[in-house]
């Protein structure tokens, strides 16, 4: 069987060039709309104590030599937060950042290891002025492409169009029949077997060991995030406490937080967080996340103490992370993510194949 040729090949080159010509005039309307509105763009560094305290984010390690010759144990960053958040408490007001970053363990149609993201602050205003920004983000896309719809595995949004506004309660009862919020506790103590008696009233498979955060996810999966961002993308907002590490306890509801993300054509494009500043509380809950990764993965990464005193000391701000080649796909008309890339990271070696070199 002929394998597939290489992205570098010249005819295949030819045939990626227009849409990664495509994706450097969105780059550049970007950086000026940006601009315009007083952001500063800002380089965060790739090589981080800590990659980010979630406990299903996979990061890349790596090791640091000193002039002593001391090992030190670094990572690729997951996302430019940390870094971003360091600078909103130094003093910076409106930043953004448009940079790589790194994610292990996946690989697909939307995912790489290495990807894009676009990721903005600002200090002193609510969430709800970044739903307000992804409004303008996804017409922007699509008027420097010439995109009259974002269409994706046959599902289409209009780019155009005001994002529908949709509660993570409202889509479980929508798309589910569940009653989720009867499972969360205003202190973040949830109910795992109420939910799962509710998934299985629905029809939604469960095992024992499921937890209350497998369950959710499993409903997110099967019957949500397939039926976002049809006709006009969803702005998906006010997540329960328990999924949203990083966000505020809404002021209108103590069960939930100021989280939202963004979907067009069932693609998940954003995730965004009113920003949490208690250190204290920051802590504990990243803790908490490095408890379940170790249970689930057995392994934990160490804590940026650096982030937790500098967010004692960061204003109110809210911000968010966009997944700019998924952007650039549904802006371009692209299948796949790697398709909107300049330089895809190389396949791997099929297990096959690196069993048999290992006999050489």
Not at 14 to 33: C, E, G, I, S, T
């Amino acid at each position: 069987m002929t394998s597939a040729s290489p992205w570098w090949a010249p005819h295949v080159h030819a045939d990626r060039r227009p849409r990664l010509m495509a994706r450097n005039r969105v780059v550049a309307r970007l950086r000026a709309w940006f601009a315009e509105r007083d952001f500063v763009e800002v380089a965060a560094s790739a090589l981080q104590v800590s990659p980010g305290n979630e406990a299903h984010l996979s990061a890349f390690a790596t090791t640091a030599i000193g002039p002593d010759g001391v090992p030190h144990p670094l990572y690729l960053h997951t996302s430019p937060e940390f870094a971003c958040k360091k600078l909103l408490a130094a003093g910076e007001t409106r930043l953004f950042s448009l940079g790589p970053v790194y994610r292990n363990r996946e690989r697909g149609a939307l995912h790489q290891p290495e990807f894009t993201m676009l990721e903005w602050y600002r200090a002193g205003e609510t969430y709800d002025s970044l739903m307000g920004d992804c409004a303008d983000v996804l017409s922007l896309a699509a008027e420097t492409t010439g995109a009259t719809r974002f269409v994706w595995r046959g599902i289409e949004a209009d780019p155009f169009a005001e994002p529908e506004r949709l509660t993570v309660a409202e889509a479980f009862r929508r798309h589910a029949g569940i009653d989720l919020l009867a499972t969360v506790q205003p202190d973040a103590a949830t109910d795992r077997e109420a939910l799962a008696a509710a998934l299985h009233q629905a029809g939604i498979r469960t095992a024992p060991d499921d937890t209350w955060a497998d369950l959710f996810s499993r409903v997110m999966v099967e019957r949500v995030e397939p039926a976002l961002g049809r006709g006009r993308a969803t702005i998906l907002c006010e997540y329960p406490i328990p999924e949203a590490a990083l966000a505020r306890p809404s002021p209108a509801d103590p069960r939930v937080a100021e989280r939202f993300e963004l979907y067009a054509c069932g693609v998940e494009l954003a995730n965004a967080f009113g920003e949490l500043t208690d250190a204290a509380e920051q802590r504990r809950r990243f803790s908490a996340e490095m408890d379940e990764k170790e249970r689930v993965y057995g392994e934990r990464y160490p804590l940026d103490e650096d982030f937790l005193a500098a967010l004692a000391q960061m204003p109110e701000a809210s911000g968010i992370a966009l997944g700019f080649d998924r952007l650039a796909m549904l802006a371009t008309g692209a299948r796949r993510v790697d398709e909107v890339m300049w330089t895809p990271v190389a396949e791997y070696p099929r297990a096959d194949h690196a069993q048999a070199g290992s006999r050489r």
